[in-house]
């Protein structure tokens, strides 16, 4: 959101499962939506102001990084590799047994419409999940490069990304 407003001023973090009452009570502005929220905000009355994956796109041309697992840099290298490889095989598991991982899903949704859950999923759970590829660790490289020419950061240590 810095990124794309990178003046506004007063910016509250909340637990994104308040932002849309809080925006509907008149608390807030305008809230930064996340998770599931993207596809229901609309029947709830509010209204989009700018959709920020769209505006990276545009900006950057890139996947936009949404999440990443992250560790403290003084763990052993080969705790790391650990970690990433059982990560990566739950997420292999989930992509190959999706039907058996629903009832977990659905369990901690938020929003708990089977269509809304798989759109979510759809959108957010992709070839990216499983491999960054040179096409991700890019797009994480610039988003750390961007954030450190709007002074977000003050300094980028390497390597970001476990090889």
Known sequence: MSLAYPNAKNKTEVLFSEIEQGVLDGKYDA?????????TYEQKGLKKIIDLGEFWESLIHAPIPLGGIVAR???????????NRIIKKSVEYAYANTPDVMPYVK????????????????????????DLGEKGKDAVDILFKKALEQKLITKITEPIIIQ
Do not use: C, P
């Not at 052993?76 to 970690?83: F, R, S, T, W």
């Open 73 to 83: 840099r003084n763990f052993d290298n080969e705790l790391l590799q650990k970690v």
């Open 31 to 39: 809230g930064l939506i996340i998770h599931e929220s993207r596809f």
């Open 107 to 130: 369990q901690h949704a938020q929003e708990m419409s089977e269509e809304v859950m798989k759109k979510h999923i759809g959108l957010y759970v992709n070839e990216f999940s499983i």
